[in-house]
């Protein structure tokens, strides 16, 4: 499935369904705005203007407004993500610019700050 039709999928989804009750017998209803598609096997790249290279990553899920990606390899510092960051898709050969929301280890949360564009630096 495309990245655009993920997109427009996750668009005409009207409902959120709520998340899986959480272990400790806690209310954990979803409270998300957007609906997010899990993806399996969907690679990219992470780049910022403090990282020496792009950084591979593999898509994890993905929504409308951002995604939430691991990074492959070591963690990045926080501090080389937080002045803003590039988004790369490989399988559709565009990119985004987010903004980090969170991060856990090597697992990023990302919020997208732009549309999709065309590469502006080469990707592996």
Same mark, same amino acid.
């Given at each position: 499935?495309s990245?655009?039709?993920t997109? /427009?999928? /996750?668009?005409?989804f009207?409902?959120v369904?709520p /998340?899986?009750?959480a $272990? =400790?017998?806690? &209310? !954990? %209803?979803?409270m998300?705005r957007?609906?997010r598609?899990r @993806?399996? #096997?969907?690679s990219? %790249?992470?780049w !910022? &203007?403090?990282?020496i /290279? +792009?950084? +591979?990553? #593999?898509f $994890?899920?993905?929504?409308?407004?951002? %995604? @939430?990606v691991?990074i492959?390899? %070591?963690?990045i510092k +926080?501090g080389?993500?937080? &002045?803003?960051?590039w988004l790369?898709f490989d399988?559709? $050969?565009?990119e985004? !610019?987010?903004s980090?929301?969170? #991060? =856990?280890?090597?697992?990023l949360?990302?919020?997208f700050e732009g549309a999709?564009?065309?590469p502006?630096r $080469?990707?592996g």
């Amino acid at each position: 499935m495309s990245l655009l039709d993920t997109i /427009a999928r /996750a668009l005409t989804f009207r409902t959120v369904r709520p /998340a899986e009750p959480a $272990k =400790n017998g806690r &209310d !954990s %209803a979803e409270m998300r705005r957007l609906r997010r598609v899990r @993806q399996r #096997m969907r690679s990219g %790249a992470v780049w !910022s &203007d403090k990282l020496i /290279a +792009p950084r +591979p990553c #593999m898509f $994890k899920d993905l929504s409308v407004g951002g %995604a @939430q990606v691991e990074i492959l390899g %070591a963690p990045i510092k +926080p501090g080389l993500l937080m &002045d803003g960051l590039w988004l790369y898709f490989d399988t559709e $050969k565009h990119e985004v !610019s987010c903004s980090l929301v969170w #991060m =856990n280890g090597r697992t990023l949360g990302l919020r997208f700050e732009g549309a999709l564009r065309p590469p502006s630096r $080469k990707y592996g």
